[in-house]
Structure formats: structure tokens, C-alpha cells
């Protein structure tokens, strides 16, 4: 039985998550959200509100696509295409060249191989296909030893896992996303949203600042030499103009590139997580593969963020600055507030898409608390 609420349908169990959303809603008449929380593959929660977004909208995510991406990796491993220890030029014999020859996959994966820039400026032609910007990565020297560090790829792991994918199966991570996740399932979240679905796209808007948050970011001490390197890697304009880099570009739209490019809703993104635990709805990859990529793999301070932070695959984990789920959860953030994971203990797959972006980046704040009050009533109905 669903109850039906202002703001969307939730079952009783979960009704202190949807009081809490709608409390976090109305305390911020700037904030517009979707939340959407599955169990054991069954929705259990879905709600919208706020002017920009509706349980309909789709929008975009920014790095929450990453992992999405990841879902793919996690297929190719179950199917035994990948190895994730043996070397990636065994699959992408060019990528061994500048001293990368043993650079193993599961170290590229989980943004230790120091790639975190392209040695040119980027543009909005490489994200809507990255087959060039791959070749002169797989040309390059790392900028640490790979192994030695970790650094958020922020850019290139959609360059680096799109080009993977293509050596192993012919195709772009895209198609097979569309063939084996979400077409089956026919989610609502796109890595490259079709033409005739863009009425529904809510376009993703600046953040709003408040006096104190701007203050904040102009006192920001002078980022360091590889942090401003990866951060001016990209020739147009952060902003989110239609002919810029996000997907209010519809080339970006179209292209649904594997690091920032995914479109969709939090429902969308609730969906294909669940296909991630028993019972989703698709065979993505086995319980084991799943437990492998979100076995810790980096952590520590980020070289690029210079932030705690913690990654497995392709997949970022629960952590002291982002504590979302429990152990062995995994999923990932964007840089607009979003947030998506899959959690096995409790069978959660959960997805939050805020309106604005918030600040700072990464998840928002409510996210994470709405995420752990939903794995924490999962845990108790148990």
C-alpha cells in the first residue's frame, strides 16, 4: 500500500522520510528536489517538489553519471571481458606508452593512474566524443606514478572507461548501457537523452549563493599546481550556457558522456542502482563483482581535491566528509548536490537530484542525511 502525499507517494514504512523531505523542502523556498528510494527492487518512496522539478522532470547530474558508467565496467567484469588486474594495455595496446605499460585497470578505475588532465585545453567537441582526447591520454605520461597517489579524475574516468569499453566490445559504453541496463528496465535516466524526450528536460541552473557561502569561496586560499592544472583543463566556460560543457547543451544531451553527461531522475537513478542488488529487475553483474569494485581501493587525501575522499571502481564509498550508507555501499555524487547509490546490507537504491546546484559542490548536505535516515528505515523493517 502507497500513501499518497502532497508531494509524491511513499510507502507507510517510509513516511519519516518523506516528512523529512518535505521539511527540508519548505525550510528553502529556493530548493526544488526529486527523491527516490527502492528496497529489494521495489520502489518505496518517490517524490518531487519544488518549482523546477517534478516526479516527470529529467535533468542533469554532473558526476553522478560516473557511476552509472560504472554499472557498465561492472557487466564487462561479470562477463569476464575486463580483468581488473591486468594491465590496460593488454586491451589498449597504445596506453602503454610514457611508462603506463603496467598500469592495471583497477588502478585506472579508481583514479589512481594519474590522468586527471589532458596535456591541451578540452572543449566541448571531447566530451561529445572522446576518442581523440582518449589517444592523447593513452600518449601521455601520468603526472604521478601510478599507484603512488590518488587524484579525482573528474573529466578523464569518462574518457579512460569510454575508450576501455570500446576496445573490449566494439561499442560505445553508451550503447551497451542502452542494450543491457536501461533499455531492459526502461529507467529514466540516459546516458544521452533522445531528442523527443527533451520537453521534459529541466535545464540545470547556477547556484545561489548566500552572502556568507560567497564570502566563503573568495577566501579560498590559491588551489595548488595540479589542482589548477585539472581545473583549467577545459577551454569554454564553466557555466551552463547551451553551447557550453553541461547537458543545457543538447549536443552534451545527446552525447551522454560517461563523466558528466547523464540525464534523468532520481527515480531513474534509484532504478538502475536496484539492478545493482537482488531482485532489480536485470542481471547487471553478480553480488561478488559488485562487492569487489566497492572494496576500498584510495583513500586518503585527494591530490586533486585536496580533500579526504574514497573510492573503489569507478564507484565513490561511504566516508567520515560523505557518510551515506553503511560499509559496502557504493555509488557517487555530482557536482550540482546530487546523489545515487546502491546499499547490499539493506537493499537500498536511493537517488536525490537537488534544483540549483548546490554549494559546495559534490553532494548536498541534505542528500546525505535523507540517505542515511532511508537505509537506517530500511534496517529497522528489516
Known amino acids: 500500500m502507497s500513501l499518497d502525499l502532497p508531494y509524491g507517494t511513499c510507502t507507510p514504512a517510509f513516511r519519516p522520510v518523506a516528512d523529512r523531505f518535505a521539511a527540508l523542502v519548505e525550510a528553502d523556498p529556493t530548493l526544488s528536489a526529486q527523491l527516490s528510494v527502492r528496497v529489494a527492487g521495489e520502489p518505496v518512496l518517490d517524490l518531487a517538489a519544488g518549482p523546477d522539478l517534478t516526479v516527470g522532470s529529467v535533468t542533469g547530474v554532473y558526476s553522478a553519471t560516473k557511476g552509472v558508467a560504472g554499472l557498465v565496467v561492472a557487466h564487462l ?10 594491465a590496460v594495455a593488454d586491451y589498449w595496446p ?27 585545453p578540452l572543449d566541448v567537441a571531447d566530451v561529445v566524443d572522446s576518442r581523440t582526447a582518449a589517444a592523447d591520454l593513452a600518449a601521455q605520461r601520468p603526472l604521478w606514478r601510478p599507484g603512488s597517489a590518488f587524484g579525482y579524475h573528474a573529466l578523464t574516468l569518462g574518457i579512460l572507461a569510454e575508450e576501455l569499453v570500446r576496445r573490449v ?40 549563493l548566500t552572502a556568507e557561502q560567497a564570502a566563503e569561496v573568495a577566501a ?3 588551489a595548488d599546481a595540479v589542482a589548477e592544472a585539472v581545473f583549467s583543463n577545459f577551454s569554454v566556460p564553466d557555466d551552463r550556457s547551451e553551447t557550453g560543457a553541461s547537458t543545457n547543451n543538447a549536443a552534451v544531451r545527446r552525447a551522454g558522456f560517461a563523466a558528466i553527461g547523464g540525464v534523468g531522475s532520481a527515480a531513474g537513478l534509484a532504478q538502475v542502482y536496484a539492478a545493482a542488488l537482488p531482485g532489480g529487475g536485470v542481471h547487471v553483474a553478480a553480488p561478488e563483482v559488485f562487492a569487489e569494485m566497492a572494496q576500498q581501493h584510495a583513500w586518503g587525501t585527494d591530490r586533486v581535491l585536496g580533500v579526504p575522499n574514497c573510492f573503489g571502481m569507478m564507484f565513490m564509498l561511504p566516508q567520515p566528509r560523505q557518510p551515506f550508507a553503511d560499509l559496502g555501499a557504493f555509488g557517487h555524487d555530482g557536482a550540482g548536490g546530487a546523489l545515487a547509490f546502491a546499499d547490499p546490507r539493506t537493499g537500498v537504491a536511493f537517488g536525490y537530484v537537488p534544483s540549483p546546484m548546490q554549494h559546495p559542490g559534490g553532494a548536498d548536505h541534505r542528500a546525505v542525511e535523507l540517505a542515511r535516515l532511508s537505509v537506517a528505515v530500511a534496517r529497522a523493517a528489516g
Open 77 to 86: 567484469l561479470d562477463r569476464d571481458l575486463l580483468d581488473p588486474d591486468r
Open 94 to 120: 597504445e596506453f602503454g606508452a610514457a611508462g603506463k605499460d603496467r598500469v592495471t585497470v583497477r588502478q585506472l578505475l579508481s583514479h589512481q593512474a594519474g590522468l586527471p588532465l589532458v596535456e591541451r
Open 169 to 208: 566490445t566494439g561499442r560505445t559504453l553508451q550503447r551497451v548501457y542502452e542494450a543491457t541496463i536501461r533499455g531492459p528496465l526502461d529507467a529514466d535516466f540516459h546516458l544521452g537523452l533522445p531528442a523527443c524526450q527533451d520537453g521534459r528536460y529541466a535545464p540545470v541552473r547556477d547556484p545561489e
Open 220 to 222: 579560498r586560499p590559491p
